[in-house]
């Protein structure tokens, strides 16, 4: 699919007049494949989790954030494709327009496919997220090793995902972050110290 008609979805919520958020380009070939999360508090406080496949991140809204802990199972809602871009954006949505608020970089890095079908052929990632299992080694500053993202059907009847550290043992890190706390892996700013950066002196 061409990246024109996969961001349709993203470009119709968007008014590139009035936010400084980007509208799109192509990927470069051969490169590892790219994956963000980033803190956005809007209406309500969520974490942006998006891998990129060819031209386009593919997005979940996850509430409560990735956790390093193979025991969380985080809640992950499906959103529209984004830019490529989009990995850099950072700052202030305008208060009124689609996604309103305060956007951070929290981690961002590439990421190994790992999906696999049944008897451990390794099968193409892009399909392995239509069937609604993937699988996926993150090599980012702040989240490393294996997680998985799982569709299942929501108590709603809409589709939801569960995004899930693998691995058996204990916890690593420090499960999920505090988005209040949280610092920028760009700049090392806090969503407050963004938020302030950009309403000027
Ligand atoms: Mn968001």
């Keep these: 699919m061409a990246t024109e008609d996969r961001l349709r979805k993203y470009r119709g919520k968007r008014d590139f007049e009035r936010t400084r958020e980007p509208s799109g380009r192509a990927a470069a070939a051969g490169d590892a494949p790219r994956f963000v999360v980033q803190i956005h508090d ?39 494709d984004h830019p490529l871009e989009y990995e850099e954006f950072e700052g202030v949505i305008p208060k009124g327009e689609y996604g309103g608020g305060t956007v951070i970089v929290w981690d961002h890095g590439t990421y190994e496919p790992l999906s696999h079908d049944r008897r451990g052929h390794p099968v193409d990632f892009e399909e ?34 569960l995004l899930v550290k693998k691995g058996s043992g204990h916890p690593e890190g420090h499960g999920t972050p505090d988005p209040r706390r949280a610092r920028s892996v760009r700049t090392g700013r806090t969503l407050a110290q963004v938020a302030a950066d950009e309403s000027g002196p």
Aim: proline share 5%.
């Design 42 to 80: 809007a209406r309500r406080m969520h974490f942006d989790f998006r891998l990129q496949v060819d031209d386009v991140l593919k997005s979940w809204s996850v509430p409560k954030g990735p956790s390093t802990d193979p025991g969380d199972k985080q809640l992950a809602v499906p959103t529209e």
């Design 128 to 161: 392995s997220l239509e069937r609604g299992h993937a699988t996926f080694r993150l090599h980012g500053s702040k989240l490393r090793g294996e997680y998985a993202l799982t569709r299942f059907r929501g108590s709603d009847g809409d589709d939801a995902w």
